[in-house]
C-alpha cells in the first residue's frame, strides 16, 4: 500500500506542477471574472457616451420629433433627438467628414416615412431601438384617426394566454425547464471535457514513462496493476481538486461583479431554483464517467511507446465521447425522446446523457440508480480486463498503433 501511495502522490505533484496544468487553470480562473465583470468593463469603454447620444432628425412635417422623444423615453432609450435645419445633403457631408455618426429623417402626413442614415453599417444597430419607437408611434396615431379609446387599444394589443401543460409524468413544467435546461448545459460541457481531458493526461504519462525507460524501474518494485490504479486515483484526484477551484473561483467572480444568481445571465441560465440533486448527480457523473474512461485510457496508454502515437490509439475512445455529446446536446430540447432514453443506459454514454434526463426530467429513482449499476459494473469488469492488458502493455515496445495488441499485451501479461 506504501508503493501505491508513492504513485499517487508522484501523479498527482507532476502533473499539478506542470506550465500547461498551472497555466489552463489561471486562464479560465480569468476567464470566470472575465464574463462575471464583462457589463462593467464594457460600461468602462463606453464611458459617458451612452449618456448623452444626439441624434439630428430632419422633421419635414414637424409634428413626428416631440412624440418620438417620448416613445424612446418610454423604451428606456438614452437617445435625445435635437432637430436640425441642415439640408439632407448637408447632412450627409456631416455624416462623411465624420462630424457626426448619424442622422434621422421623418417625412409623411398619414403614416411616417423615415429613413436611417450612418456612415457604416456597424452603426445601423441603434436604428432598431427607433423603428421600435416609431411603429409604437405610428400605432398611436392610427389609433387616433380610428377614434379608438384606451381599452379598446389595449384589447386589440392584448397578447395571447397561452399555457404549455405535458401529459407525461417525468416531464416537467416550462418553467421548471427553463430553470434546469442551462445549468445542466453548463454542467454537461463540464463533465465532457473532463472525461477528455484527464484521461487524456493518464495516457500521456503512462506512455511517457514507457518512451522514457522509466516503467522498467517502476514495475520492478510495484505491480503494474497497482501502478496503473495509483495513476487513475491520482490524476482524478487532481482533477476534482481543479474542478473545486473552478467552482469557488465562480462564486468569486459573482460576488465580484455585485450580482446575484437571479440577475442577468444567470436568470437566463437557470441558477435560480435548482435542485440541490442536479448538483449531487453532476459530481456523481463527473467521477463516474471519469473513473469510466480512465480505466479505458490507461488501458490505451500502455500499448503505445512513444507519445506520438497515444492520439491515434485513443481516437475510439474520443469517438465514444463525441457521440455521447451529440446525444446530449441534441437531448436538451427533447429530454424524453427514445433514442436519449435508450442512450441513458449505455454505460459509455450515460454520464452525459442520464445525467441530462435527470436534470430536465422528473424521472423515476430506479431509472438513475440502474444506468449508475451498469456503469459501476462496467467500471469494474474494465478494470479487471484493463489490468489484464495493462500487466502486459508496459513491457511492449515498439511501434504500437492498433488494437490488435491488446491481444499481444495480455498474452506478454500471462507470461509475466
Same mark, same amino acid.
Given at each position: =500500500? ?14 499539478? =506542477? ?35 447620444? +444626439? ?21 428606456? /432609450? ?51 431601438? $427607433? ?39 417525468? /416531464? ?18 463540464? $463533465? ?26 517502476? +514495475? /520492478? ?7 496503473? *490504479? ?12 481543479? =474542478? ?26 437557470? *441558477? ?5 440533486? %442536479? ?15 480512465? @480505466? ?10 512513444? %507519445? ?18 451529440? $446525444? ?9 425522446? %427514445? ?23 422528473? $424521472? ?20 479487471? *480486463? ?7 502493455? @508496459?513491457?511492449?515496445?515498439? /511501434? ?17
Amino acid at each position: =500500500m506504501h508503493s501505491f501511495w508513492i504513485i499517487f502522490k508522484q501523479a498527482f505533484k507532476t502533473k499539478a =506542477m506542470t506550465k500547461s496544468f498551472l497555466i489552463t487553470t489561471l486562464v479560465v480562473v480569468a476567464f470566470f471574472f472575465l464574463l462575471a465583470n464583462l457589463p462593467k468593463i464594457i460600461d468602462g469603454f463606453d464611458g459617458d457616451d451612452n449618456a448623452q447620444q +444626439i441624434l439630428p432628425v430632419l422633421d419635414t412635417s414637424g409634428n413626428y420629433t416631440e412624440p418620438l422623444q417620448l416613445q424612446l423615453a418610454q423604451l428606456d /432609450s438614452a437617445l435625445q433627438l435635437e432637430t436640425t435645419k441642415l439640408t439632407e445633403a448637408e447632412l450627409r457631408t456631416s455624416v462623411e467628414e465624420g462630424s457626426i455618426d448619424a442622422f434621422l429623417v421623418l417625412e409623411g402626413e398619414d403614416r411616417i416615412a423615415a429613413r436611417y442614415v450612418a456612415e457604416s453599417a456597424n452603426e445601423l444597430g441603434q436604428a432598431m431601438g $427607433i423603428e421600435n419607437a416609431l411603429q409604437n408611434l405610428q400605432t398611436a396615431m392610427v389609433a387616433q384617426q380610428l377614434e379608438l379609446e384606451e381599452a379598446e387599444l389595449a384589447q386589440l394589443f392584448a397578447p395571447v394566454e397561452m399555457q404549455r401543460e405535458a401529459v407525461s409524468e417525468s /416531464s416537467k413544467s416550462q418553467e421548471e425547464l427553463s430553470q434546469a435546461r442551462g445549468l445542466v448545459y453548463i454542467l454537461i460541457m463540464v $463533465i465532457y471535457i473532463a472525461v477528455i481531458y484527464y484521461p487524456n493526461m493518464i495516457a500521456m504519462e503512462v506512455a511517457n514513462e514507457k518512451s522514457s525507460r522509466v516503467m522498467e524501474i517502476l +514495475i /520492478s518494485s510495484v505491480s503494474p496493476v497497482k501502478h496503473m *490504479f495509483a495513476k487513475i486515483a491520482g490524476i482524478g484526484s487532481l482533477g476534482i481538486l481543479q =474542478m473545486v477551484v473552478f467552482a469557488f473561483a465562480g462564486y468569486l467572480a459573482i460576488q465580484s461583479a455585485g450580482s446575484e444568481l437571479t440577475e442577468g445571465v444567470f436568470s437566463v441560465m437557470g *441558477f435560480s431554483e435548482v435542485k440541490f440533486s %442536479t448538483f449531487f448527480y453532476a459530481i456523481l457523473f463527473f467521477l463516474l464517467g471519469y473513473f469510466l474512461y480512465a @480505466v479505458l485510457a490507461a488501458l490505451l496508454g500502455s500499448l503505445v511507446s512513444r %507519445t506520438e502515437d497515444v492520439q491515434q490509439l485513443m481516437l475510439p475512445m474520443m469517438i465514444l465521447v463525441i457521440i455521447a455529446s451529440f $446525444i446530449a446536446f441534441s437531448g436538451i430540447s427533447m429530454p424524453e425522446a %427514445t433514442y436519449v432514453t435508450v442512450a441513458s443506459y449505455i454505460p459509455f454514454f450515460a454520464p452525459l446523457v442520464m445525467f441530462l434526463r435527470v436534470g430536465l426530467l422528473d $424521472i423515476p429513482l430506479w431509472e438513475p440508480l440502474l444506468s449508475i449499476a451498469i456503469m459501476l459494473l462496467t467500471i469494474g469488469i474494465l478494470g479487471w *480486463f484493463g489490468a489484464r492488458v495493462y500487466r502486459g502493455g @508496459v513491457l511492449m515496445y515498439g /511501434s504500437s498503433q492498433s488494437l490488435k495488441d491488446i491481444r499481444k499485451a495480455i498474452r506478454l501479461g500471462n507470461e509475466k
